[in-house]
């Protein structure tokens, strides 16, 4: 009897196993599956610079729309994925700041709240910025 009872449990411990890693794993392949259908980059790839616009509109203003996973923090001096970063250049302003521009142009940095990119003093230890007027 105990035997059996034994074999049981196993049995049981595998179909929960089994049951679960499937489960995890048609979560993986249906997130792969959407973003392929929607011809977006998704994953660790999705952050990277393009060459040009992905989607140029004639006219200015309008209600952007922002479709992403859930952001590390939206407070500047807490957050360290570059979508979120990208999120934040709407609604902050910085001394200085990366080029707002696609590919390897938007790595340069350049003045933003600043007159220039700032003089460092004291061996590099003190750096000095004249604000904008």
Same mark, same amino acid.
């Given at each position: &009897? /105990?035997? @059996?009872?034994? &074999?049981? @449990? @196993?049995?049981?411990?595998?179909?929960?196993?089994?049951?679960?890693?499937?489960?995890?794993?048609?979560?993986?392949?249906?997130?792969?599956?959407?973003?392929?259908?929607?011809?977006?980059?998704?994953?660790?790839?999705?952050?990277?610079?393009?060459?040009?616009?992905?989607?140029?509109?004639p006219h200015a203003g309008g209600t952007l729309r922002i479709v992403a996973g859930q952001p590390d923090s939206m407070d500047p001096a807490r957050s360290y994925?570059?979508?979120?970063?990208?999120? &934040? @250049?709407?609604?902050?302003?910085?001394?200085?700041?990366?080029?707002?521009?696609?590919?390897?142009?938007?790595? /340069?940095?350049?003045?933003?709240?600043?007159?220039?990119?700032?003089?460092?003093?004291?061996?590099?230890?003190?750096?000095?910025?004249?604000?904008?007027?």
């Amino acid at each position: &009897m /105990e035997g @059996r009872l034994r &074999m049981q @449990r @196993r049995r049981t411990n595998r179909c929960v196993v089994v049951g679960l890693s499937l489960l995890l794993l048609t979560g993986c392949t249906e997130a792969v599956t959407q973003a392929r259908s929607t011809g977006l980059p998704s994953g660790a790839g999705a952050d990277r610079g393009v060459t040009t616009e992905r989607s140029p509109s004639p006219h200015a203003g309008g209600t952007l729309r922002i479709v992403a996973g859930q952001p590390d923090s939206m407070d500047p001096a807490r957050s360290y994925l570059p979508w979120v970063w990208n999120i &934040m @250049r709407l609604y902050t302003r910085t001394l200085v700041t990366y080029a707002a521009a696609p590919g390897d142009a938007g790595s /340069e940095v350049v003045a933003d709240l600043a007159t220039g990119l700032g003089v460092p003093t004291d061996g590099g230890r003190t750096w000095t910025y004249t604000l904008k007027p």
